[in-house]
């Protein structure tokens, strides 16, 4: 199956900074990305949909300005957590499919640890 | 999009055959259907796709019945490194479309 990935798998950082996670689909090309967010012992949340060349589409609940999705091209889309707090501490998972009708695959996720 | 519904947990032993019912309902006219499987701290892991009819890949089948209003997912021959958490989703053809996850099945295999 195709592959997608993200980096860093993981990152500990101070509460109030930022940080970038990446994700990649490496053979295939991606107009359509979607980020994730999973808290311990509970399902994947959706939290965005990332489309090539234009603005993200957030859930309900989900704060664009907190959650910076850009996608500029077709293998990458990147989630930057702006002015992260503990409760941001969570694992996030990005997937992508290469088309109308293929299945989607899934990153391997990044665990954010915000102390 | 199509809400699933699947039992929150199952246990099983090695070697036996474990079959996982989603139901759903509300699916629609052009929607597939995809399995997929989580362990700890990774990404789901795409297992199954189907779309009205039996699917078989080298680790599992997938049985739609003609109403396609659930599905079932069969392991043959499970051992202890199946012990993961299984979801069912429903999604239509579309590029775009996100896909919602229920809570899946808590699968664990016993020695």
């Known amino acids: 199956g195709a592959v997608v990935s993200q980096h860093p798998s993981r990152v500990i950082c101070k509460s109030g900074t930022s940080v970038k996670i990446e994700c990649r689909s490496l053979d295939f090309q991606a107009t359509t990305m979607f980020w994730y967010r999973q808290f311990p012992k509970q399902s994947l949340m959706l939290m965005a949909t990332?489309?090539?060349?234009?603005?993200?589409?957030?859930e309900q609940g989900v704060e664009k300005d907190k959650f910076l999705i850009n996608h500029a091209s077709l293998t990458l889309s990147t989630l930057t957590v702006t002015s992260a707090h503990p409760e941001d501490s969570s694992f996030y998972i990005c997937?992508?499919?290469?088309?109308?009708?293929?299945?989607?695959?899934f990153g391997p996720g990044t665990r954010l640890l915000v102390l | 999009l199509a809400k699933t519904t699947q039992p929150i947990s199952m246990d099983s032993y090695e070697g036996q055959e474990v079959n996982i019912t989603c139901s759903h309902n509300n699916i629609a006219t052009n929607d597939y259907i995809t399995w997929y499987q989580q362990f700890p701290s990774q990404g789901p892991r795409f297992i199954i796709q189907?779309?009205?009819t039996k699917v078989t890949n080298e680790v599992a089948s997938l049985f739609i019945p003609a109403d396609g209003k659930s599905s079932t997912l069969s392991l043959p021959r499970v051992s202890l490194s199946d012990t993961a958490v299984y979801y069912c989703l429903v999604g239509g053809e579309q590029a775009g479309t996100a896909l919602i996850f229920g809570k899946g099945t808590t699968l664990s295999v016993s020695s």
């Open positions: 189907g779309y009205k």
């Open positions: 997937s992508a499919a290469a088309g109308s009708g293929e299945t989607q695959y």
């Open positions: 990332s489309n090539e060349g234009s603005k993200a589409t957030y």
